[in-house]
């Protein structure tokens, strides 16, 4: 069992080493975490998406599950307001009907490191395995969300849809898709340089002794089990306060590698401001220097022979110019007759 506590302790906020965590403590932290999530600006792509869902914009689940996976997807290393703007530009074009062409869709907004050209081309060669991701998780009602996450990291694979984003496409299917029931209770949230900072600095690890190199590790299985003692309904809460705080200033953020300005900081009034003058992440992490980069790599060259033989048979449809609900239902027919390791 872990003991979700702090490393040290002995003032106001916080407690001894090995104790259970003050309880008053713990009501400030919630208070402040769920005061930044009710004031945090709209999300643009829930409104859009609960907008056009409104207008009956989207033919069924599997229209509804694809346009989250496709902006997920879209949603990395730029602005959500880009990652929608890519998405309601290749719906237009098709894309939640059937593999739309690079001819077909205009070129999109890059992400940073990555040209406008390349970035429509990876979107289009990773359409068909979009599609049948999509048609996966509506093959099945209920879901696990680290089951879900462990599909989307394994044998349902898309190329671009890394953790960080594949985590934003379970929050957003949670949210809103009301048929697919995701248990959210094994959400784990994304710990990088800036969260694992600003936990640091909060007191709930020790980058002496609480390392990070990954899933399991100590920081993973101490941080996990304190966010799953502080919001076991709606661990994903902690996600944007944690990193948005570690962020550079002209994002936004307080909590920088050194000298961090607690000023206005959102844990302001409950930090412990532990490691002030030195950076955390670099004491604990392997990744020292990584600043929210992405763990993913894609392995553009490994299609396994079922992911092959769907992109075939896609393209047989759109051949035999199969489309709308006939190809929507083909596809989950592929899916059902194909499914695997049913959780
Ligand atoms: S109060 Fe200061 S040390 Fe604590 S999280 Fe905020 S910026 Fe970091």
Request: proline fraction near 5%; aromatic fraction near 10%; charge should be neutral.
């Amino acid at each position: 069992m872990v003991t979700v506590g702090f490393f040290e302790g002995g003032n106001e906020n916080t407690i001894v080493k090995g104790q259970e965590p003050d309880e008053d403590w713990l009501r400030r932290f919630r208070e402040i975490i769920i005061t930044y999530n009710e004031n945090r600006a709209p999300d643009s792509f829930m409104l859009w998406f609960r907008q056009r869902d409104s207008e009956q914009f989207f033919a069924d689940e599997f229209q509804r599950v694809l346009a989250i996976l496709i902006v997920a997807r879209f949603d990395q290393r730029t602005t959500a307001e880009n990652a929608l703007e890519n998405t309601i530009a290749v719906v237009n074009c098709g894309a939640l009907e059937r593999l739309v062409t690079r001819n077909e869709i205009p070129l999109l907004i890059p992400k940073q490191n990555v040209t406008a050209e390349k970035w429509t081309d990876l979107f289009c060669s990773s359409l068909s395995e979009l599609h049948s991701l999509s048609g996966r998780i509506i093959a099945q009602k209920e879901w696990d969300a680290l089951k879900l996450l462990g599909f989307m990291k394994g044998e349902f694979r898309v190329p671009y849809l890394g953790t960080k984003t594949a985590r934003l496409a379970v929050r957003w299917l949670h949210e809103l898709v009301s048929s697919i029931k995701i248990d959210m209770l094994t959400y784990r949230i994304l710990i990088d340089s800036l969260v694992y900072r600003v936990c640091s600095r909060l007191g709930i690890i020790d980058p002496h002794i609480d390392k990070y190199s990954g899933e399991n590790s100590p920081a993973d299985v101490k941080v996990q089990a304190f966010v799953s003692k502080v919001f076991p309904q709606k661990p994903w809460l902690l996600d944007e306060p944690l990193w948005s705080t570690g962020r550079q200033p002209d994002k936004g953020g307080h909590c920088f590698p050194k000298n961090p300005n607690c000023n206005g900081c959102l844990f302001q009034s409950i930090c412990r401001r532990k490691f002030l003058d030195t950076d955390p992440s670099s004491l604990g992490m392997e990744t020292s220097n990584a600043e929210r980069q992405p763990t993913y790599k894609p392995r553009q060259q490994e299609v396994t022979s079922e992911q092959a033989e769907f992109a075939k048979y896609v393209e047989d449809l759109k051949q035999k110019g199969v489309k709308g609900e006939e190809y929507r239902e083909k596809i989950m027919q592929w899916q059902r007759e194909h499914r695997k390791g049913e959780t």
